[in-house]
């Protein structure tokens, strides 16, 4: 449990950053090249390169170079990894307000038939 948590620390913090958001938005429709990666990006290519690093670093995405060319596409399994435990955390949620939900409507109940009895 600990290593899922070691990855999902590096992709959460990876995904904290809005360029590196923007990067797999863009790589959601397709492999892309780094310089197509880069250019909506005011900054220069070592600085956006450690973004990709870090993106690659957790998983998230997956470098090839064909020729002089460095090509990115998404790394989908970890994206199965991460749909998993937000499931989990759905679920958690969803079962803690359906019970607040019901402890709330009983209490109205209860006071709905206190109000009742005190006529």
Avoid at 8 to 13: A, V
Avoid at 20 to 29: K, N, Q, S, T, Y
Avoid at 50 to 62: D, F, M, P, S, T
Wanted: some cysteine; aromatic content about 8%.
């Amino acid at each position: 449990m600990e290593n899922y948590s070691d990855e999902l620390d590096d992709i959460f913090q990876s995904l904290a950053d809005p360029t590196r958001r923007a990067v797999i938005l863009r790589l959601g429709g397709g492999e892309a090249s780094i310089g197509m990666l880069a250019e909506p990006f005011d900054m220069a290519l070592p600085s956006f390169m450690k973004h990709i690093r870090q993106l690659e670093g957790a998983g998230l995405i997956v470098t090839r170079k064909q020729g002089r060319v460095r090509f990115c596409s998404l790394e989908r399994g970890r994206f199965s990894m991460l749909e998993g435990w937000l499931s989990q955390q759905h679920a958690i949620w969803e079962g803690r307000t359906d019970r607040l939900e019901q402890f709330v409507m009983a209490q109205q109940d209860r006071l709905c038939s206190k109000g009742e009895n005190d006529q």
